[in-house]
T-cell receptor, first 110, second 113 residues
Framework: RKEVEQDPGPFNVPEGATVAFNCTYS??????FFWYRQDCRKEPKLLMS???SGNEDGRFTAQLNRASQYISLLIRDSKLSDSATYLC???????????FGSGTRLSIRP | ETGVTQSPTHLIKTRGQQVTLRCSSQ?????VSWYQQALGQGPQFIFQ???????GRGNFPPRFSGLQFPNYSSELNVNALELDDSALYLC????????????FGPGTRLLVL
């Protein structure tokens, strides 16, 4: 079992829709979590950090459920420019490493 | 932009050769982490350098080695290249090794023939 797992998608949704991604992690020692956005042939860019139960930034909401060991990302009122791959990551500070999921592809159609 | 730079942007090597990739961290950041990202996969942690010392390592063989300099820039060296080493190599800098956010450079795309 991978340490961080994501649904690979692709998710294909119409503009304006709400879309949610889930990410599960296996190591309960994980302390911090991140959502990154990666455009094709580009580097990952930080979208949101999640340290406690959740975080909200405009149309984006991230939630953390430590009991069930999952993190979610909700995108409301999706825009064409939201089309990208979304990477979930868990930080294991004791080992000084970040483990990434394989990413979820999102495509927003007009 | 994150202020993290990497060179070269692209590289083509043949099996058995050696390669050195370079990374300059964001100003003020003392920690550099290196990742390998194969096509269709998430980045895989190779190792991290903090104040010129290796501070954590992923599941990569010893032919992957690194270095961090006093100005906190870093190198990734790969010896005896294999075809499966073809990937995007990303470095990320952060201030410290705890919960601090890592900021990625644009990556070096390596093709091994």
């Amino acid at each position: 079992r991978k340490e961080v797992e994501q649904d690979p998608g692709p998710f294909n949704v119409p503009e304006g829709a709400t879309v949610a991604f889930n990410c599960t992690y296996s190591n309960s020692a994980s302390q911090s979590f991140f959502w990154y956005r990666q455009d094709c042939r580009k580097e990952p860019k930080l979208l949101m950090s999640v340290y406690s139960s959740g975080n909200e930034d405009g149309r984006f909401t991230a939630q953390l459920n430590r009991a069930s060991q999952y993190i979610s990302l909700l995108i409301r009122d999706s825009k064409l420019s939201d089309s990208a791959t979304y990477l979930c990551a868990a930080l294991y500070s004791s080992a000084s490493k970040i483990i990434f999921g394989s990413g979820t592809r999102l495509s927003i159609r007009p | 932009e994150t202020g993290v730079t990497q060179s070269p942007t692209h590289l083509i090597k043949t099996r058995g050769q050696q390669v050195t990739l370079r990374c300059s961290s964001q100003s003020g950041h003392n920690t550099v982490s290196w990742y390998q990202q194969a096509l269709g996969q998430g980045p895989q942690f190779i190792f991290q350098y903090y104040r010129e010392e290796e501070n954590g390592r992923g599941n990569f063989p010893p032919r992957f080695s690194g270095l961090q300099f006093p100005n906190y820039s870093s190198e990734l060296n790969v010896n005896a290249l294999e075809l499966d080493d073809s990937a995007l190599y990303l470095c990320a800098s952060s201030l410290g090794t705890g919960q601090e956010t890592q900021y990625f450079g644009p990556g070096t795309r390596l093709l091994v023939l």
